[in-house]
């Protein structure tokens, strides 16, 4: 790579050299993880109080900062540009390198499309065991260079560690005009709540590592993984919308919370509205095949949500971390209809649901999401 980078020379897609390399197939990737994808994730509340002391300093240009619990920091540049800029990097969540590669990717970049920006330049961040064959790591790189170019962005470097356990992501520069820029703290009282993609991928995947999820159920979920989420988000800004975030290692609830506090709202969401990968997901949660994610998303989120008579596979559903997953979107209900059908008309958007509506924020240290 450029920069720092030493692990493995590679070129960029389209340059001479770049046919793909074997994919390493004896190399089972997701055994070389503890936690997959977004399921490694520190839990929110522990984030909090890591973060909790540390000053921030005071920029009248910073339009949003790490004390935000947003999706990504926005800085002016003019009045008409602000950067938007994030990094997220993950365990294997996926066996092939290559699927691997792109989903990392699309997921670090789903976080300037939930702020309503599109990614222009990407940074890889690598961590990669010493003994890993060439040709997996050069796939697992493929597979981000592509991702990127499909977005419109460009990896122009980064950095590479050698790790016992391989990690792959990308930090991000993205632009958005700021009178146009989405956050996650902007639902207003009356809004419809759209949800972008189906559930289930922390459930799937965890039920993969154990050799208990059908092909068909891993192929669904690694095709929604590495779908990005600019399509939704060409979709979102032509509507009436007034916050949206990505929802990831947090899982529905968790981010589906943030956004309540952050906007001191009370959300009402029903607990069969989303779509789900598979039928056999609920069963799996049944069974227990939940990633350790979700208890930490529980723990954090569980005082806040009213969760009434939903059966606790479902709950366990909806606080289940999800990789690369949709837009939770908060937008105008005289304009939910058509949002929705523009997202399903759109074709790569096919698990579309309006899933709840957002509401005033109702008494102190009460409930802030309640499910029906």
Known sequence: MANDDATVRHHAPGEKGAAPAPAGEDVKLTKLAECAGCGAKVGAGELARLLSDIRVRRDPNLLVGFDKSDDAAVY????????????????????????????AAANALSDVYAMGGEPKVALNVMAVPEDMPADVVHQILRGGYEKAYEAGASIVGGHSIYDREPKYGLAVTGFVN???????SGARPGDALVLTKALGVGVITTAAKAALASPADV??????????NRYARDVMVAHDVHAATDVTG?????????????????????AAAPAL???RVRELARLGILPAGMYRNRHFAQARVDV??????????????ETSGGLLISVAAADADALLADLLADGRVPDAR?????????AAGGARIALR
């Open 308 to 321: 009434g008579d939903v059966p606790r596979d479902v709950q366990d559903l909806l606080f289940c971390p």
């Open 178 to 184: 700021p009178a146009r820029m989405l956050t996650n």
């Open 354 to 362: 309006v899933v709840g509506r957002v509401g005033e924020a109702g």
């Open 76 to 103: 002016r540049v003019t009045d008409d540009i602000a950067l938007v800029q994030t990094v997220d990097f993950f365990p294997p969540i996926a066996d092939d390198p290559y699927t691997y590669g792109a989903i």
């Open 250 to 270: 947090f899982g529905l609830l968790g981010h589906a919370l943030e956004m309540a506090q952050g906007a001191n709202v009370s959300l009402e969401l029903d």
């Open 219 to 228: 192929a669904a979920a690694e095709a929604q993984m590495m779908r990005l």
């Open 277 to 279: 990968l598979s039928p």
